[in-house]
């Protein structure tokens, strides 16, 4: 049956407390929104977002990292509620699936599970201990006889444990017949999507409940709800990438972006953080180091490095408080306390401690090129725009502001000076 996905994401979310839509709050380095839309593009090509607040920001968000999403404003002034979001949504499939924005852990396997069978609506239901704040499902036989908030439930009702996740896979046809019939006799004066299971059954309609494990359906509406989601999914990549064969050092202070790859024999120690969507190949990314949008192949970082986004390291050594910014080092060795940035550096190439690449003026960037078997010695300064050709050494302490030519070694240094028993004088003591 062909099917078509409205995901509702019209809510202002007062209760994430921010100036930031509630669905653009990320997990896992990506906006909860666009985790729901991700499972959505797995089981439809047509899909349907539904906006109010902030409804340009979220637009302008979506169309930069998908194309072929359909926008529907809500009048929420006129139509508040989840029932009110549907009203002038249209959809071409003869089933539609309605999810929620602020569903992140929703996956495809869960979806198909919704969308299975022949009933006219399923409906997505949880059992939890403790109900509280959910709306009630009242069920026989199997079948959804209706569905009431928890603040229109009498006594009985309100002992119900089995409570609505929020997700509906409908036949289109009743859609368009109800959505419109909808009105707002109730104790919030919204529209309730919920009512449609009402008029089904009413109608004789087949409603049947689809059990859901809380963890997937769970929605997102407070910045703790937010930690548990991301605890959740930071889980779920681990595991997944454990099992493809990458080796974790006490994997649970790990972090990984869901947008980040491994390939081959790759070791990541206690309190790493791989952000962006970083590609880490044959690497060994040792403790508290953090990689960020950048390629590290056949390589090892830290403990305690930091590589910034767009570097690229080659079968490259980078130590501890070494830092790599916008940077392509390949074959390179900077064991420590070093600053690279905007700067591309060949094989054989060593960078001592303290040596930094002055790269910004305060106005521009500038780039350094280093080439290859360049001997760069400690608490060196290279004020780029530069160019050090092959096979140059750089004395320590060095301030380098020209270019160096192959074979040269570069010296800046002021004469030293050494005044005999200056230290007696000084302090009026005898030798």
């Excluded at 959505?40 to 999403?69: C, F, P």
């Excluded at 709800?225 to 595991?239: F, G, N, P, V």
Aim: overall charge negative; aromatic content about 6%; hydrophobic content about 40%.
């Amino acid at each position: 049956m062909s099917l078509s996905v409205v995901i509702l994401a019209a809510g202002q979310g007062t209760r994430m407390k921010s100036t930031t839509p509630k669905v653009l709050h990320k997990i896992s380095g990506k906006s909860m929104l666009f985790h729901a839309i991700d499972a959505a593009k797995e089981v439809s090509d047509d899909i349907t977002v539904v906006l109010y607040h902030q409804a340009e920001r979220i637009q302008e968000e979506i169309e930069a990292a998908y194309s072929g999403i359909h926008f529907h404003l809500q009048d929420a002034k006129q139509y508040p509620g989840t029932g009110g979001a549907m009203k002038g949504v249209k959809t071409k499939n003869e089933r539609t699936l309605i999810l929620n924005g602020d569903m992140p852990l929703i996956t495809k396997d869960s979806l198909l599970a919704l969308t299975s069978g022949d009933a006219d609506i399923n409906m997505s239901v949880i059992k939890l201990d403790d109900p509280t704040g959910y709306g009630r499902v009242i069920i026989e036989n199997e079948k959804v006889l209706e569905i009431v908030e928890q603040k229109d439930c009498n006594e009985a009702q309100l002992l119900t444990k089995t409570v609505n996740a929020g997700i509906y896979a409908v036949n289109t046809s009743l859609l368009e017949k109800y959505i419109p019939a909808l009105d707002n006799n109730n104790a919030q004066a919204e529209y309730y999507l919920t009512d449609i299971v009402k008029m089904a059954v009413d109608e004789n309609k087949t409603v049947n409940p689809i059990y859901v494990e809380e963890e997937e359906f769970k929605g997102v509406n407070s910045k703790l709800d937010l930690a548990h989601a991301e605890e959740i999914m930071q889980r779920r990549i681990k595991t997944a990438w454990m099992k493809a064969g990458v080796s974790m050092r006490l994997p649970e202070t790990i972090y990984i972006d869901c947008r980040a790859t491994f390939e081959g024999e790759c070791f990541l120690e206690n309190g790493v953080s791989i952000q962006g969507a970083s590609f880490i190949k044959n690497a060994h990314i040792k403790t508290l180091s953090v990689i960020e949008d950048s390629t590290i192949e056949n390589s090892d970082v830290g403990p305690m490095g930091r590589v910034r986004p767009n570097s690229v390291l080659i079968d490259t050594h980078i130590g501890n408080f070494v830092e790599v910014k916008k940077s392509t080092l390949t074959g390179v060795k900077a064991g420590h306390l070093a600053y690279i940035g905007d700067a591309t550096i060949d094989e054989g190439s060593n960078i001592g401690a303290g040596v930094i690449t002055c790269n910004y003026d305060g106005k521009n960037k500038y780039q350094t090129t280093i080439g290859k078997n360049v001997f760069v010695g400690s608490d060196t300064q290279l004020v780029a725009p530069l160019n050090i050709a092959d096979d140059v050494m750089i004395a320590a302490g060095s301030t380098v502001t020209k270019d160096a030519q192959q074979g040269d070694l570069i010296l800046s240094r002021t004469p030293q000076k050494s005044i005999k028993n200056f230290f007696y004088t000084f302090f009026g003591t005898k030798a």
